[in-house]
């Protein structure tokens, strides 16, 4: 079946620090893979999208994510964590024939000061 | 990107009433989507609304408990029918930006219902 995964329901790390937050996927064909945050009591912002080409993708707020086929992962990452970072952190990806996006679990992400 | 206005952004509702939800958009699209978002839960798919046809609704989910509008292209409305404390959820409205890979979220409808 079909279906993205976010493994770890919590990431935290120290202000500075790298962080990475994870994605996993299974969709026949070639993916359209997604992410999106959530900051405490607000709507969805998109990051940063994976469409074809380059396997590194650039996004918003210094937010990078990297495809890789052979592991089906498009992990989330950032080289240096802020404590506004704190937020929860979709995964998507858009399934063979549908328009619409399936969502992972969510990983909340918690940076320390 | 789309900018989308959710209207009421949050509400308390009595137990049996129903509620309808408006999505704005600030241009024209084709695919708008309803999402529902419970407390401490991942987004789920409620229903994919397009202008001039019927919205087409995912397994789970039912016009009578979520009838949705789609006069024209830049506006939506979800209702939330006969409403139990289950359906205490953010409701969100997206749509499917111009470039047509990318969709971009509202603030959501917060609603409690007691």
């Known amino acids: 079946a079909q279906s993205v995964a976010q493994p770890e329901d919590q990431v935290n790390v120290a202000e500075g620090n790298p962080l990475t937050v994870k994605c996993t996927y299974s969709v026949s064909g070639n993916p359209y893979l997604f992410w999106y945050v959530q900051y405490p009591n607000r709507g969805l912002q998109f990051l940063l999208k994976y469409i074809t080409g380059d396997n590194l993708v650039k996004g918003s707020y210094g937010f990078e994510a990297e495809f890789n086929k052979s592991q089906t992962s498009f992990h989330l990452k950032k080289p240096s964590a802020l404590v506004s970072d704190s937020a929860l952190y979709f995964c998507?990806?858009?399934?063979?024939?549908?328009?619409?996006?399936?969502f992972g679990s969510g990983t909340r992400l918690q940076v320390q000061p | 990107s789309a900018v989308i206005s959710q209207k009421p952004s949050r509400d308390i509702c009595q137990r049996g009433t129903s509620l309808t939800i408006q999505c704005q958009v600030d241009s024209q699209v084709t695919m708008m989507f309803w999402y529902r978002q419970q407390p401490g839960q991942s987004l789920t798919l409620i229903a994919t609304a397009n202008q001039g046809s019927e919205a087409t609704y995912e397994s789970g989910f039912v016009i009578d408990k979520f009838p949705i509008s789609r006069p024209n292209l830049t506006f939506s409305t979800l209702t939330v029918s006969n409403m139990s404390p289950e359906d205490s959820s953010i409701y969100l409205c997206?749509?499917?930006?111009?470039?047509?890979?990318?969709?971009?979220f509202g603030e959501g409808s917060w609603l409690t219902v007691v």
């Open positions: 997206s749509v499917e930006g111009a470039e047509g890979n990318t969709i971009y």
């Open positions: 998507a990806v858009r399934l063979t024939g549908r328009r619409a996006l399936t």
